[in-house]
């Protein structure tokens, strides 16, 4: 089993920013995959980012590359996301989710993960 619990969500103007936070805890995390999420209103699930987290390599969605970063923190058990520039599209509650790396190679499919946080909510408005 592992745990996952989001903070860091909340209103912020066009053009600003907030620092996501997941943390992380149970047994085996250290080789899983992480991913953000996000699902606005009447919206799907989609795919903001993802990271391995024992090698640290990452991929982000086109929507948010140049804008928002995710990492992980070994001594805090931790992963982050940093989010620059939001606009108010960037709206949604935002989850972290965790899956083990074999099986499917769709990391960027919310489907394909087994572990999800309560999520956070960020709002972008002025």
């Known amino acids: 089993q592992v745990q996952l619990v989001e903070s860091g969500g909340g209103l912020v103007q066009p053009g600003g920013s907030l620092r996501l936070s997941c943390a992380v805890s149970g047994r085996t995390f250290s080789s899983y995959v992480m991913g953000w999420f996000r699902q606005a209103p009447g919206k799907e699930r989609e795919f903001v980012a993802y990271i391995w987290w024992r090698s640290g390599d990452t991929n982000h969605a086109d929507s948010v590359k140049g804008r928002f970063t995710i990492s992980r923190d070994n001594a805090k058990n931790t992963v982050v996301l940093q989010m620059n520039s939001l606009k108010p599209e960037d709206t949604a509650i935002y989850y972290c989710?965790?899956?083990?790396?074999?099986?499917?190679?769709?990391?960027?499919?919310?489907?394909?993960?087994?572990?999800w946080g309560q999520g956070t909510q960020v709002t972008v408005s002025s």
């Open positions: 989710a965790a899956r083990d790396p074999s099986g499917s190679f769709a990391y960027a499919r919310p489907q394909t993960y087994s572990y």
